[in-house]
């Protein structure tokens, strides 16, 4: 994922903004797969801020919406935290909680 994250400082400008991005691998479950499809889903990896490197999670939910066989709309929410190492002047972790509307694209299967 990439996201602008607000930093302290007296600017709002864009300029003020701290750019993350997010590499992270996971497993998603559907507890209801019918034709709308409920998801649950969890990731570990690394978030990339500048120089910066941390440890990064994340979990979230939603529901996919099909709009035809490949196709699927709908809404999810997640939550992220982005740890902080204790050693520094700031020993707070980020934390982000991200809503919004997904656009899933699934394979189909060959007809036989």
Do not use: K
Not at 3 to 18: C, E, I, K, M, T
Not at 70 to 87: A, E, H, I, N
């Amino acid at each position: 994922g990439y996201q602008y994250l607000p930093v302290d400082g007296p600017s709002q400008s864009v300029s003020a903004f701290a750019q993350v991005s997010t590499l992270t691998a996971g497993l998603r479950l559907e507890p209801l797969a019918g034709r709308w499809r409920l998801f649950v889903d969890a990731h570990g990896g690394v978030a990339l801020s500048g120089p910066d490197t941390r440890a990064a999670v994340d979990v979230g939910f939603g529901l996919d919406v099909p709009l035809n066989p490949s196709v699927s709309l709908g809404p999810f929410l997640r939550y992220t935290q982005v740890f902080q190492p204790g050693d520094l002047a700031v020993d707070e972790d980020a934390r982000l909680l991200i809503g919004g509307v997904s656009l899933s694209l699934q394979a189909r299967a060959p007809d036989r």
